[in-house]
């Protein structure tokens, strides 16, 4: 009981220094630029909105918030489409060096992305989509591809193999069996992977910043770093910009947290 006790004000304390640094985010978004500059105290003295309103306008919201939904959008899209269909295969389809190419994929677990950087610009540049939106989309889904592969495979095995047997017999195809029994068996398996590559893929900022250079299809953090980019930022300004920025992915996490929990849950069990 003591271990317990000591455990939760460990936790505790490390929960309030992680959070402070967001919640300094929050307050600074509600103070003018003056208060900001002189420090003060986490709750604003005048609390205004009048900041949400300049970096509405400074930021072109608007366009950059489309572009970033576009991307990522297509980046899950395209990771659930792909990737569910080739864990379907390793989980469930028996063919020469299976578990090799599985072991392949796992591998790249362990590779810094950043070590691939140069040449996945290179490979855009081949391919005559640097500088575009398809450009960001495709490496995002290649990236996601190890993790994607190691839960949903690991999902799909935990699905009884009776299931698939039984559909069989009824003459269900493969991929009527796929979609009909084993994608809404899997569902928060598929909700944690949309997740998993939304999060990161909203908030990438590298390779949009090597990638990129027409400010028409910036996506948010390269809009962010705009602002950063000015000979005298403001700082509530900037704030303001991350509480905005962050807002969708914290609600879309709160709307799927039962989903993401199961999700990961089931994937370990598998």
Do not use: H
């Amino acid at each position: 009981m003591k271990a317990r006790v000591i455990a939760y004000l460990v936790l505790g304390c490390y929960a309030l220094i992680s959070l402070y640094p967001f919640a300094w985010m929050v307050s600074g978004a509600f103070k003018d630029r003056r208060e900001v500059l002189d420090g003060g105290t986490l709750i604003p003295d005048r609390p205004t909105l009048d900041t949400f309103a300049t970096t509405w306008s400074e930021l072109d919201f608007l366009q950059y918030f489309g572009n970033s939904v576009l991307v990522t959008g297509a980046t899950v899209i395209g990771v659930l489409i792909v990737y569910s269909l080739a864990s379907y295969a390793f989980a469930v389809l028996r063919f020469p060096g299976r578990k090799l190419i599985y072991a392949g994929f796992i591998s790249l677990l362990f590779v810094p992305g950043i070590t691939v950087l140069l040449p996945v610009v290179i490979l855009q540049q081949e391919l005559e989509i640097l500088g575009t939106r398809l450009g960001l989309v495709l490496p995002f889904i290649n990236g996601t591809a190890p993790l994607a592969i190691l839960l949903l495979t690991n999902a799909f095995r935990s699905v009884p193999s009776e299931l698939r047997e039984s559909a069989r017999c009824d003459g269900a195809s493969e991929l009527r069996t796929f979609l009909s029994i084993y994608l809404p068996v899997c569902r928060p398996a598929l909700v944690t992977i949309a997740l998993l590559t939304a999060v990161p893929t909203w908030n990438e900022f590298v390779l949009t910043r090597v990638s990129l250079n027409d400010p028409a299809v910036f996506t948010l953090p390269l809009g962010l770093q705009s602002l950063m980019s000015t000979t005298s930022p403001q700082y509530n300004v900037i704030m303001a910009a991350s509480v905005i920025i962050v807002l969708p992915v914290i609600v879309l996490f709160v709307l799927l947290q039962r989903y993401f929990v199961n999700g990961l849950v089931g994937a370990v069990k598998g």
